[in-house]
T-cell receptor
């Protein structure tokens, strides 16, 4: 099915470093969601964005809804070992379908 | 409370077996979803129920049969599955459709022998 371009695909970082990842689309979206998934578990919602330009924080996480409505960014500050996992973005198009389009995922590994 | 529960956590079945996956939410959400997820891939939508009626079937083979007995429950009946159907099956719910935030359950790890 249709997928969003999410980058980077994977990253290894040192504990304490900041992390940035993003999703881009050729379509305009009206909602962006960011999830974290641990192995064998379901995705856990981190942040939901509903408005172009919106900047929302959840603890050390900050996400932004791009002004063009075609992209979104997730930043993690001062990473810790439990930040390890796969991060997915999901976007909902203004075309009126019921489907969320998922990004391909960013696999994050934190080195202590 | 934003909890979606799924049972069982793990399921192993043969290709001739019939089994069911169950999902429950008590958030008053009126839309519920089944997704299939293969390793290292994003979730793939299978079915969408809205107000207990099937709204979307993403061309899923008939060996997967969804059922929504009431607004809180969603089942996925499995029959004559193939080994390639082994995956993590995720249930999700949202207040409504059209961009409402989706909350996922923990998933059922299915292995078909």
């Amino acid at each position: 099915g249709q997928q969003l371009n999410q980058s980077p695909q994977s990253m290894f970082i040192q504990e304490g470093e900041d992390v940035s990842m993003n999703c881009t689309s050729s379509s305009i979206f009206n909602t962006w969601l960011w999830y974290k998934q641990d192995p064998g578990e379901g995705p856990v919602l981190l942040i939901a964005l509903y408005k172009a330009g919106e900047l929302t924080s959840n603890g050390r996480l900050t996400a932004q809804f791009g002004i063009t409505r075609k992209d979104s960014f997730l930043n993690i500050s001062a990473s810790i070992p439990s930040d390890v996992g796969i991060y997915f973005c999901a976007g909902h198009s203004t075309s009126g379908t019921y489907k969320y389009i998922f990004g391909t995922g960013t696999r994050l590994k934190v080195l202590a | 409370d934003t909890e979606v529960t799924q049972t069982p956590k793990h399921l192993v079945m043969g290709m001739t077996n019939k089994k069911s996956l169950k999902c429950e939410q008590h958030m008053g959400h009126r839309a519920m979803y089944w997704y299939k997820q293969k390793a290292k891939k994003p979730p793939e939508l299978m079915f969408v129920y809205s107000y207990e009626k099937l709204s979307i079937n993403e061309s899923v083979p008939s060996r997967f049969s969804p059922e929504c007995p009431n607004s809180s429950l969603l089942n996925l009946h499995l029959h004559a599955l193939q080994p390639e159907d082994s995956a993590l099956y995720l249930c999700a719910s949202s207040q409504g459709l059209l961009g409402d935030t989706q909350y996922f359950g923990p998933g059922t790890r299915l292995t078909v022998l």
